[in-house]
């Protein structure tokens, strides 16, 4: 998944700068900050993930929690196994986001295509991801990447090779230390005949992961297929 950690940050600043509001505290609790339930909520995600999905819910049905309580509750579904929960959940806090204007918008979109292609649903995971580029905010290098690297990566599995090359070339001029992009953009560019493009893309991606067995091994694919 990519970038959850920019993701979650960008949003406890967004929350963090509305001021205190009721968090997700246990009743008896005094109220907590939005920002601080957000933080412990997503931290809760990863070690005790059913703990983190009963706290969001609750969160979103009873304490009217929008976005940040909807991406903890995704978070929460995904490490449960819950992929076509998650997406649904991801999907309802981008069109949140997208409506109040939120940057987060697009990344919550490809979170949703991301949960879509765990659940085995491809073309509801390019849709979704459709969705993330369109609602890129401008000047968010990060964002765009992740964006256009997760619908090239969907279009290069399908074998739709000048869409994936666009979308890597897009991904790795946003950000040229992207080192998955670069190798799907090699792999692409070979699948595509460029052998020149495709020898350029794997010496960038040499270049940041040079003992990457993936990279390694599309580096000698790409050497065989040269006169």
Sequence with gaps: MFHVIAL???????????????????????PVSE????????AMSAAEPARAERMARQWVDQLEGGVPARHCLGLAQLALGKADEAR??????ARIAEATGLAQASDLYRLAGEAAL????????????????LALPRGDGRASADAYLFRGSLHGAAGRLDEARGDLLAAVQNDR?????????????????NLAGAESAIREALKLAPEDPATQQEAAAIADDLP
């Design 118 to 133: 765990e659940g085995g649903d491809g073309a509801a995971a390019l849709d979704l991801a459709n969705r993330a580029v």
């Design 8 to 30: 979650a940050a960008a949003l406890q600043a967004a929350v963090a700068a509305q001021g205190p509001q009721p968090g997700a505290a246990a009743a008896d609790d005094p």
């Design 88 to 93: 649904t959940t991801f999907e309802s806090a």
């Design 177 to 193: 230390g992207r080192h998955e992009a670069w190798l799907l953009l090699a792999a692409a560019e070979r699948r595509a005949g």
């Design 35 to 42: 920002a601080t339930a957000y933080r412990e909520c997503v």
